[in-house]
T-cell receptor, first 114, second 113 residues
């Protein structure tokens, strides 16, 4: 059974802290994505990666960075957390770039920045 | 750029009622269309998809037909159950976009007994 896991379901951080959100997939997928989900806005793409050490900006990359050192792991980094980054963060993966295959989602991390 | 518009929620229905959630899109080229569902406390999961005009996707009693002439992909179910209560997202992937999904804002469905 395919699986995308995220390191935390709930996280509370303080303004200015550096925050790491981890995502791991066990399906040998090439593509991985980070989204944030906010009420009334749906899901918005932050960053994606189509290969190890490769990354591309999504629609809202400001205030975020990513790291993909291994194929199965994709990390989202908030360099200096701010209250407007309070949100639900969802990781997803898909088999290969450029295809129309299903994206598999993790359960999400609800981040609160105080 | 690409965009997806879906009906505002919440939608509240009684069990066994007929469901329609409207979805329209704007995209150049020939996108593939998807419906994802998010049950409470969970991530999203694919409900159904259609990759070309006039295709019908179906799963778990839900259906949606890719209508290029009206740029629509409306979700329907003939008889909803309480267990269908969830948030439903319409989305598209356009060709040449590295498999990036463009989502609608989501529609919350609440089914009551």
């Amino acid at each position: 059974d395919v699986k995308v896991t995220q390191s935390s379901r709930y996280l509370v951080k303080r303004t200015g802290e550096k925050v790491f959100l981890e995502c791991v997939q066990d399906m040998d997928h090439e593509n991985m994505f980070w989204y944030r989900q906010d009420p009334g806005l749906g899901l918005r793409l932050i960053y994606f990666s189509y290969d190890v050490k490769m990354k591309e900006k999504g629609d809202i990359p400001e205030g975020y960075s990513v790291s993909r050192e291994k194929k199965e792991r994709f990390s989202l980094i908030l360099e200096s957390a701010s209250t407007n980054q309070t949100s639900m963060y969802l990781c997803a993966s898909t088999l290969e770039a450029g295809g129309v295959d299903e994206q598999f989602f993790g359960p999400g991390t609800r981040l609160t920045v105080l | 750029g690409d965009s997806v518009t879906q009906m505002e929620g919440p939608v509240t229905l009684s069990e066994e009622a007929f469901l329609t959630i409207n979805c329209t899109y704007t995209a150049t080229g020939y996108p593939s269309l998807f419906w994802y569902v998010q049950y409470p406390g969970e991530g999203l999961q694919l409900l159904l998809k259609a990759t070309k005009a006039d295709d019908k996707g179906s799963n778990k009693g839900f259906e949606a037909t890719y209508r290029k002439e009206t740029t629509s992909f409306h979700l329907e179910k003939g008889s909803v159950q309480v267990s269908d209560s969830a948030v439903y997202f319409c989305a598209l992937i356009n060709t040449g976009t590295a498999s990036k999904l463009t989502f609608g804002t989501g529609t919350r469905l609440q089914v009551t007994l």
